[in-house]
């Protein structure tokens, strides 16, 4: 739990937060705005307005003991728990600049009540939580946007890609020691969610893990040997998932002669970039190119620990844990490829000075990174507030860490947890390999 970021802190990430979020509807028309009912995208004027209804619900009405300003409305229209998603097109939704009122009228109020009154711990928490459901939904976005074609979104802050320049492939692997490691988020740091809190120590074994994500190269290679095709390297329900989408390569590629590949970004075909990493594959297929690569998919403890860890003097694992792959401080700038500036994935060799003590890059920022294990709760987990952030996914969903190059910086750090089921591809996941 948080109890270190001050109210003008709050106040201007929230503000930030909302700027993300026009720029990623301001240039879609109404039926865009609307969109197809899909599973994997919800209609974003609603989705943007369930991002005020989480400030409104969690922050103004739980803590500062306001109504809403909708009413009843607010409830039928943006509960995301109670309100099922099939459901959501159907809805007798505000207009959008009715919408845009609402979201204007709830983030002013937050800040007012921010300003006015004297916080307990909790609603500092929730409130800062309020601004990381709103990054985990322009995330969200430009998935959706990525889904359904929809143009390149324009962002403030857009870094000319020149300046990472393509320092191409990061082969090999790194060796690390077996040892007790903490695993999860300690107590006392700045924030952390539900589920990686309740650290505990985890016996790991020694193993090697690749020093940089697997490469579109790479996973061309198994594409072109029939990989997709022989069942050997596919789990039960890869294969009935693969099949019954009839699936040959990744969604979002397409055959560009006969030897060359081109891929869909937003609504733009591009040559398909060798040295970036995958991206836009599920756990299954994640898991097939790992056994026909003769390696696996990290386990979670493992991936925090080439992450997070530090070697010791005798050449096991020490007992410190860093909060960032390079340190204490987040840097995006120099560190990770984060905050959606680069509008897309860079190579993989690329942000040297973000690589962690046992030489793994990449670990925050780029692309989210499948893990084998199913997502699950630490020992004595206890949920938050918010009590269906974490827990109704348990069991059910696989686990990926790391974030990816739409991940706004401020809500990662090295313990954060993310969790899909395994059939998602539209996400921002990739993946690394390890060995034993």
Not at 43 to 56: C, D, M, N, Q
Not at 124 to 137: I, K, L, P, T
Not at 160 to 177: L, N
Request: glycine share 8%.
């Amino acid at each position: 739990m948080s109890t270190q970021t001050n109210t003008a802190t709050l106040a201007a990430m929230m503000q930030d937060a909302r700027t993300r979020t026009l720029e990623l509807v301001s240039d879609l028309t109404a039926d865009q705005l609307i969109g197809p009912k899909l599973d994997t995208v919800n209609p974003l004027r609603w989705e943007i307005g369930h991002v005020a209804y989480f400030y409104e619900f969690f922050v103004l009405r739980a803590h500062f003991g306001k109504d809403s300003v909708l009413g009843d409305l607010a409830d039928k229209l943006y509960d995301s728990i109670n309100v099922s998603h099939a459901d959501r097109w159907d809805l007798p939704l505000l207009s959008m600049d009715a919408t845009l009122r609402y979201m204007a009228e709830i983030k002013d109020a937050v800040i007012k009540s921010l300003e006015a009154e004297d916080l307990s711990d909790e609603a500092r928490f929730m409130a800062q939580f309020g601004v990381f459901h709103e990054d985990m939904h322009t995330e969200a976005f430009l998935w959706g946007r990525q889904t359904l074609s929809y143009p390149t979104p324009v962002l403030e802050g857009v870094i000319d890609r020149a300046d990472i320049g393509a320092p191409g492939a990061h082969p090999g692997y790194v060796e690390i020691p077996g040892g007790q490691f903490e695993i999860g988020a300690p107590k006392g740091v700045p924030f952390s969610f539900d589920n990686e809190r309740r650290a505990h120590m985890a016996d790991i074994q020694p193993f090697s893990i690749a020093k940089a994500p697997v490469t579109n190269a790479e996973f061309a290679a198994f594409v072109a040997d029939g990989g997709y095709t022989n069942d050997r390297f596919w789990c039960t329900d890869g294969i009935a998932w693969r099949d019954q989408r009839g699936l040959m390569h990744p969604g979002y590629w397409q055959k560009d002669g006969a030897n060359d590949w081109v891929v869909r970004r937003f609504d733009q075909m591009l040559p398909l970039a060798d040295h970036e990493p995958i991206i836009h594959v599920s756990w299954y297929e994640a898991n097939a190119y790992a056994a026909w690569a003769g390696g696996r998919l990290p386990r979670e403890a493992e991936w925090e620990v080439a992450a997070l860890a530090v070697p010791a003097v005798d050449g096991s694992l020490a007992a410190t844990k860093r909060r960032y792959p390079w340190g204490e401080t987040m840097n995006q700038g120099a560190h990770a490829n984060l905050d959606g500036y680069a509008l897309g994935p860079v190579d993989v060799a690329a942000y040297a000075d973000g690589d962690s003590a046992f030489g793994c890059r990449q670990m925050l920022g780029n692309v989210w990174e499948w893990c084998s294990d199913t997502f699950g709760p630490y020992p004595g987990f206890k949920p938050d507030a918010y009590e269906d952030y974490s827990q109704f996914l348990f069991g059910t969903t696989k686990v990926l860490r790391g974030g990816a190059w739409t991940t706004r910086s401020r809500m990662m750090h090295g313990t954060y947890r993310n969790y899909f089921e395994p059939e998602r591809w539209d996400v921002f996941s990739g993946f690394r390999l390890c060995k034993d």
